[in-house]
């Protein structure tokens, strides 16, 4: 995740963007876990039983199901010690912000959470799906592979698993020469399972989807 990100924030450097910062990144379970207690601690006045679990988890994410726990999230915003304006800027309308969110699934990140027209004119609301309707500049790495089909085909990451699921296999071809494969392989809890590989692919990676798959990509 942090080599991609420096690929992308060099990329931008390239164009003359510059001052990306980010803000958080991996939280462990214990710092999620105080987090989730002292707003449960909050909000304990209004609430009781199951009611302030959930009223919690509006408002932070359960112990283990942060994106910040996965070590592969983080949330961006602009800084400069020496630019107050640049400071004041609004990361998702800046030029820097832009150019990031048009350009980060070339890089293998993928923005996590977009709601209609935000953080782009474009954007479709993703939040029906992800559950999350606060605007958060938190991007994820998924690799070049996964973020170029959910470039493509206008999908979060909860959509890209259904559709995985459905679409075990899928080929993306630039300039009619085929560029990545992706697989997904139901494996359950399984202890231990087979992937099939090529020797055609110049390399190839799997990861588990937390949904008893395994997704493995082929990159041509």
């Not at 296999?169 to 139901?186: N, S, T």
């Not at 399984?190 to 008893?212: C, E, P, Q, W, Y």
Request: proline share 2%; aromatic share 14%.
């Amino acid at each position: 995740a942090a080599d991609a990100l420096k690929a992308a924030i060099d990329a931008a450097a390239a164009e003359d963007l510059q001052y990306y910062m980010v803000v958080e990144a991996y939280r462990s379970w214990d710092t999620q876990n105080t987090y989730f207690t002292n707003k449960v601690n909050e909000l304990s006045s209004k609430y009781s039983g199951d009611e302030l679990i959930e009223a919690a988890k509006k408002e932070v994410n359960y112990p283990g199901t942060s994106e910040y726990n996965s070590g592969l999230a983080f949330r961006m915003r602009l800084y400069s010690r020496d630019d107050a304006e640049v400071n004041k800027a609004k990361y998702s309308t800046s030029s820097q912000g832009i150019w990031m969110n048009e350009n980060c699934w070339k890089y293998g990140l993928v923005f996590r959470f977009p709601l209609n027209g935000w953080p782009l004119s474009s954007s479709t609301d993703k939040s029906f799906v992800t559950g999350i309707s606060s605007q958060l500049n938190i991007y994820r790495y998924v690799g070049k592979g996964n973020a170029a089909i959910m470039h493509y085909l206008d999908l979060c990451l909860e959509e890209y698993i259904e559709y995985l699921e459905e679409h075990p296999h899928i080929a993306l071809f630039e300039d009619g020469q085929l560029k990545y494969e992706i697989y997904r392989q139901y494996v359950g809890d399984a202890s231990s399972f087979d992937i099939i590989l090529t020797g055609r692919a110049k390399s190839h990676v799997s990861s588990l989807d937390n949904m008893g798959g395994v997704i493995t990509v082929f990159e041509y």
